[in-house]
């Protein structure tokens, strides 16, 4: 018994030495060399199971565009032999042509060996033949500071493609968004048709100078015709392309600009009467709504109307409503002014003249949007105390003769009748009062629906690009608007600041190459930072922290 359980002592010790000299990090290649353009999908096995974040694949975003990885972990038993093994995929993208290196890898003493990789320029990279190619282009190559541009990116391809990832555009001082939804067509190139996506942005530079916008790239999976051979579970292949970086020159405001600066193609005032006579009555309320529109222009940038003091009127404006909407892949804002005109004598009105200064980017000349001088005919209210003014003497004087009789007499009467309503309302009271049931106070529950501050930070803290965004768009829907339904609705009601400017790269990142990580501590210092300054807070908008 003693000889036998020495033996297998023996045997585990050898097992244990086995496993522990056998332990090695491959690192391979599917492809070498490789064409720019296409995925070269790189592949790290360890005969060890190791947690999935042990290895750091950040250095090879300098050579490579990087999506993935993704892990498995194995474990089998041959001949009571046990062994396991961790492996990781990511799919590279080749940045340039040339001789880049795939560096080694170490987990604990135990390194992969490096990989040089040869990147030969792709025979065809757009154009007869191409299988997937992009074109982006800028609807101006100049403009001016805070005039809206319009950035596309068109992907063509042939064949079925199953799912793709195009990269964000970013560019440094300037607002970037997505205008309307993909469009899908068809062209036909060098006599080759081609299926289209066609993605269109605004942009809106908020600074002058020379602004460089890096070149779209887009991966995805499209069916293998060489492999599928009309099956049904039909193989994929990784297919990428890269467009051009552009060059966008931004103007500085022109000199003599003292006016609000609206840049834009088409600046008009309309205006609407309600009722729509031009004929006044003399203390009746009227509304007069005017609409400012402008084309390539946000609803923020449109500036307020102020109609002044109009003599023989009062004027009572309402709060404006803005708005845009998106047009044949063009923006239109709207801003709306109600005001309430009371005409307080008669005769005749006259409303001034209103004016919107704004700069033509067609013409690149300053322009003025009119909206004429209305005059309106006031006609005297009949029922207003003006007639008793052209009345005869004695009709006058019967008149405030019979007042004080006529008055005291209505007063008692109301009051009578008012004391006896009151009292019958009181005994309904007390009758309902004796006769409701017991209540019974029930627990308020705690609704997961309700904005949560602490899973707002939590989210920032573990980089939870999906939980911070449902978080902020609750907060925004319960204090702000109930219609806000998605990050870019917030983005009018706060101010300019880091806030602003982080939320809007949360906006964005479902676009984002994919394997690149949302990075919330900037969102969260911008949130904290916030709080703690209420004057920089929009009249009307609530706190992130109610309460406090």
């Known amino acids: 018994m003693v000889k036998l359980c020495f033996r297998l002592l023996l045997v585990g010790l050898a097992l244990l030495w086995q496993a522990q000299a056998a332990t090695q990090l491959k690192a391979s290649v599917d492809k070498n060399p490789a064409m720019y353009g296409e995925a070269i999908v790189l592949q790290l ?21 990087v999506s993935g990885p993704s892990v498995s972990q194995s474990m089998q038993i041959i001949n009571g032999q046990s062994s396991q093994s961790t492996a990781w995929q990511l799919s590279l993208f080749p940045r340039r042509t040339g001789s880049l290196t795939i560096p080694a890898f170490t987990v604990g003493n135990i390194s992969s060996a490096p990989i040089n990789i040869e990147v030969q320029p792709a025979s065809q990279s757009s154009g007869k033949g191409a299988e997937l190619f992009l074109e982006n282009s800028f609807s101006h190559e100049a403009v001016h500071v805070q005039q809206m541009l319009y950035y596309e990116i068109k992907i063509y391809f042939k064949g079925e493609l199953q799912r793709g990832n195009l990269s964000q555009p ?8 997505q205008v309307g939804k993909d469009v899908e067509n068809s062209e036909i190139v060098n006599g080759e048709r081609y299926q289209t996506i066609t993605r269109r942005y605004s942009v809106v530079p908020q600074k002058s100078g020379n602004l460089t916008l890096n070149a779209p ?19 994929t292949k990784a297919v990428s392309a890269e467009g051009e970086p552009l060059t966008l020159t931004v103007n500085a405001i022109p000199d003599g600009q003292q006016h609000h600066w609206l840049p834009s193609e088409l600046v008009a005032l309309t205006e609407e009467w309600s009722p729509s006579s031009q004929q006044l009555v003399q203390g009746e309320p009227v509304t007069r709504t005017i609409t400012l529109t402008a084309l390539d222009l946000a609803d923020h940038q449109l500036p307020d109307l102020t109609l002044g003091t109009v003599n023989g009127a009062k004027i009572y404006p309402e709060q404006p409503q803005s708005h845009k909407a998106e047009r044949k892949g063009r923006i239109v804002a709207q801003k709306v002014f109600s005001y309430a005109i009371i005409a307080d004598k008669s005769g005749t009105l006259t409303m001034p003249e209103v004016q919107v200064h704004w700069w033509n980017t067609k013409t690149n000349q300053p322009d003025v949007a009119v909206l004429p001088a209305v ?4 006609s005297p209210n009949p029922q207003q105390s003006d007639n ?10 019967s008149t405030v003769a019979a007042e004080p009789v006529s008055d005291w007499y209505f007063s008692y009467s109301s009051w009578l ?6 009292g019958t309302v009181a005994m309904w009271l007390l009758q309902q009062w004796y006769q409701r049931p017991p209540t019974v106070e029930l627990p ?3 609704s997961a629906v309700r904005f949560n501050p602490r899973k707002l930070k939590q989210a920032c803290q573990q980089n939870d690009g999906v939980q911070a965004r449902e978080q902020l768009l609750r907060w925004a829907q319960q204090l702000i608007d109930p219609q806000i339904t998605t990050l870019s609705d917030i983005l009018p009601h706060l101010p300019d600041g880091a806030l602003k400017s982080q939320i809007q790269q949360l906006s964005y990142q479902g676009y984002q190459a994919a394997g690149k990580t949302w990075q919330g501590h900037g969102l969260l ?3 904290a930072h916030f709080q703690h300054q209420p004057a920089q807070t929009p009249a009307g908008l609530a706190p992130l922290y109610p309460g406090r």
Do not use: H, T
Request: charged share 30%; proline share 1%.
């Open 375 to 378: 005059i309106l005919q006031v």
């Open 444 to 446: 308020v529950a705690d």
């Open 170 to 177: 970013e560019l440094a001082g300037a607002e970037v968004e």
């Open 217 to 235: 790239f887009f991966n995805g999976e499209m069916i293998d015709r060489d492999n599928s051979r009309y099956d049904y579970f039909a193989r």
């Open 45 to 65: 096995v360890l005969d060890e199971k190791v947690d999935a974040g042990v290895l750091d694949f950040a250095v090879l975003e300098n050579d490579f565009r």
């Open 525 to 527: 210092e911008a949130w």
């Open 388 to 397: 008793s003014v052209s009345a005869a003497p004695e009709q006058r004087v």
């Open 417 to 422: 009748l008012l004391v006896l309503w009151l």
